[in-house]
């Protein structure tokens, strides 16, 4: 267990539909990161958040969107929703962004758009 | 722009036997580079990651990888396998600013150790 959790662990939904994901990070960590892995894409990261704010982004869809509250967790939303985005959503988190801290991965929640 | 790509996508091994496990990285500025292990219906795992100093990098669970600048290559290797590393293994590379957050990754070599 890497003390991150991910809820839902499944979920289920039509095209065209928005569904929320979320991920409460370990205790004490401040960045947040999401990744998306896909049959057809892989494993791809989307984007991180630190303390709030958004620090860096990767090959995240303007049909999705994400943030970080002041508890720290954090949502991805995802909007317009299409069979290719079916795959499963990955929350990592780590204490800082430092290049010495390393990432603790949650167990993912997995979609699947029909 | 950076990529990986891991040769081989499937690779069967049996146990107590060694493994190379193949990554080639492009970019054109200095990356940082990353095993990742997945096991079933899990999250992903840091198995190790190269920063800087010295380009043998020792891992958990006895594996390790070297990074070879010349040969743009970070393959993973492990001198004895179990039947436990049965799982997908992912190499990542990230750029100096991206610090530990990994932005690229292959697309997966899937070891089966078999007894």
């Known amino acids: 267990d890497s003390g991150v959790t991910q809820t839902p662990k499944h979920l289920i939904t039509a095209t065209g539909q928005r569904v929320t994901l979320r991920c409460s990070p370990r205790s004490g960590d401040l960045s947040v990161y999401w990744y998306q892995q896909s049959l057809d894409q892989g494993l791809q990261f989307l984007i991180q958040y630190y303390n709030g704010e958004e620090r860096a982004k990767g090959n995240i869809l303007e049909r999705f969107s994400a943030q970080q509250f002041p508890d720290l967790h954090s949502e991805l939303n995802l909007s317009s929703l299409e069979l290719g985005d079916s795959a499963l959503y990955f929350c990592?988190?780590?204490?800082?962004?430092?290049?010495?801290?390393?990432?603790?991965f949650g167990p993912g929640t997995r979609l699947l758009v029909l | 722009a950076q990529s990986v790509t891991q040769l081989d996508s499937q690779v069967p091994v049996f146990e107590e036997a060694p493994v190379e496990l193949r990554c080639n990285y492009s970019s054109s500025v200095s990356v940082y580079l990353f095993w990742y292990v997945q096991y079933p219906n899990q999250g992903l795992q840091l198995l190790l990651k190269y920063l800087s100093g010295s380009t043998l990098v020792k891992g958990i669970n006895g594996f390790e990888a070297e990074f070879n600048k010349s040969q743009t290559s970070f393959h993973l290797r492990k001198p004895s396998v179990h039947i436990s590393d049965t799982a997908e293994y992912f190499c990542a590379v990230s750029d100096l600013n991206s610090g530990n957050t990994p932005l690229v990754f292959g697309k997966g070599t899937r070891l089966s150790v078999i007894a």
């Open positions: 990592a988190s780590s204490v800082s962004r430092t290049k010495q801290e390393t990432q603790y």
